[in-house]
């Protein structure tokens, strides 16, 4: 049986998600920034704090790092629910330590019917959900690079 939320040609979901992390740890550390796995920090908008596993990060450089590999649909519409993991990354990008650095590591994934990647949709549509001190990376999967997204 198939499923019809899943990548064509995949695994799972969750493999290509570990698979992006992976990439993302390997881009950081060429540039000489040496990230760990599943790194949690205490988050919380008020007294009670918990401890929240961010996909990277770096307790003694304090980043912390989110990875989304998410895809435009095959008919170029947007992918709604999956951009809400998105606005969930920023919520705890807003609850964690104010003196970690917060990187939002993205698949670059053009749609030519928007003339757009999912990053510079979600970075257009949902401004007012971004924190000021967030950076979004894109990764371009065919170059092994990434640019940060100047918002």
């Known amino acids: 049986m198939s499923n019809s939320f899943q990548r064509a040609g995949s695994k799972s979901n969750a493999h290509i998600g570990r698979e992006f992390e992976f990439k993302a740890l390997k881009f950081f550390e060429s540039k000489g920034i ?8 205490p988050v919380g908008l008020g007294d009670k704090l ?3 596993a961010f996909d990277l990060g770096s307790e003694q450089n304090k980043i912390i790092v989110e990875c989304k590999s998410h895809k435009w649909t095959s008919g170029g519409n947007v992918p709604s629910a999956k951009l809400t993991v998105w606005n969930e990354a920023m919520l705890y990008f807003i609850a964690s330590p104010k003196e970690y650095r917060r990187i939002m590591f993205v698949l670059k994934d053009y749609c030519p019917k928007r003339k757009e990647t999912l990053a510079e949709y ?9 924190p000021k001190d967030v950076e ?5 999967e065919s170059k092994s690079e990434a640019r940060k997204i100047v918002i």
Not at 136 to 140: G, L, P, Q, R, S
Request: cysteine-free.
């Open 136 to 140: 979004f990376w894109e990764y371009d």
């Open 122 to 130: 979600y970075i257009r549509t949902f401004p007012h959900l971004i």
């Open 50 to 52: 918990k401890l929240h």
């Open 34 to 41: 040496k990230l760990k796995v599943n790194v949690k920090v």
